[in-house]
């Protein structure tokens, strides 16, 4: 059987016109590998550069993972990029008790003062 997680996330890249629309079934493998809700990477996605739409050119940076006034960091490639993010968020946050979204925010954009935190449950909240 297929999962149906994967035809949520595919349905809002395309609705979106994202270009993570191939990654769908990665990013709820990713999601997994990392114990994570499978819509927080796409959530973020949207919140960070709509879907990857308005990321730093080259750097396939979706998520604003590492991007600062002393510059962007920047990866590979899509699948690695989510890795890491995945991977950061598991071992910086959720393990080291950043479990709800304004507890994410205030480590992941500080500056933010709840609209971050906001816009990122609206975005989950599309994909249920």
């Known amino acids: 059987a297929s999962d149906a997680r994967i035809e949520i996330v595919r349905q809002y890249l395309e609705q979106y016109n994202?270009?993570?629309?191939?990654?769908a079934a990665d990013l709820v493998a990713t999601?997994?590998?990392?114990?994570?809700?499978?819509?927080?990477?796409?959530?973020?996605?949207q919140q960070e550069s709509n879907l990857c739409k308005k990321a730093p050119t080259g750097t396939y940076n979706c998520?604003?993972?590492?991007?600062?006034?002393?510059?962007?960091?920047?990866f590979g490639n899509y699948l690695e990029a989510m890795d890491t993010v995945g991977k950061g968020l598991r071992e910086?946050?959720?393990d080291k008790g950043y479990v709800t979204l304004p507890q994410i925010m205030s480590k992941y954009t500080p500056?933010?003062?709840?609209?971050?935190?906001?816009?990122?449950?609206?975005?989950?909240?599309?994909?249920?």
Do not use: C
């Open 18 to 23: 994202s270009p993570l629309l191939p990654f």
């Open 63 to 74: 998520w604003g993972w590492g991007i600062h006034s002393k510059g962007t960091l920047g």
């Open 111 to 128: 500056n933010s003062l709840g609209s971050w935190a906001f816009g990122v449950e609206q975005f989950l909240a599309e994909m249920e």
């Open 31 to 45: 999601s997994d590998r990392y114990g994570l809700d499978f819509r927080l990477l796409v959530a973020i996605a």
């Open 92 to 94: 910086d946050y959720f």
